[in-house]
Nanobody, 125 residues
Framework: QVQLVESGGGLVQAGGSLRLSCAAS????????MGWFRQAPGKEREFVAA????????YYADSVKGRFTMSRDNAKNTVYLQMNMLIPEDTAVYYC??????????????????WGQGTQVTVSS
């Protein structure tokens, strides 16, 4: 079993920044990737960013490229999502997730096995 706990969400004005954290615990040693997804009201959950655990390579949705940065701290077993230049369209519940299968499709939510409870991000105009 794996537990994921997100934190760092909140209310911010457009143009501002937030840093989300996702602390992992449990049987995480064989994971292949971790990802961030978001879900706005009335919309499907969509991919934001992912990191390959073996290589450290990162992947981003086009909508956040250049504004968001995903990173990790192995010692703390935590991943982060630094979000800059936020816009109202970034408003959503943000979820972190972990995958245990090697894949070329970490932008697909079906590739992930465990999910956190989510943290709300609201960007005001």
């Amino acid at each position: 079993q794996v537990q994921l706990v997100e934190s760092g969400g909140g209310l911010v004005q457009a143009g501002g920044s937030l840093r989300l954290s996702c602390a992992a615990s449990g049987r995480t040693f064989s994971r292949s990737a971790m990802g961030w997804f978001r879900q706005a009201p009335g919309k499907e959950r969509e991919f934001v960013a992912a990191i390959s655990w073996s290589s450290g390579s990162t992947y981003y949705a086009d909508s956040v490229k250049g504004r968001f940065t995903m990173s990790r701290d192995n010692a703390k077993n935590t991943v982060y999502l630094q979000m800059n230049m936020l816009i109202p369209e970034d408003t959503a519940v943000y979820y972190c997730a972990t995958a245990f299968r090697r894949s070329n499709y970490y932008y697909r939510k079906d590739e992930y096995d465990y999910w956190g409870q989510g943290t709300q991000v609201t960007v005001s105009s």
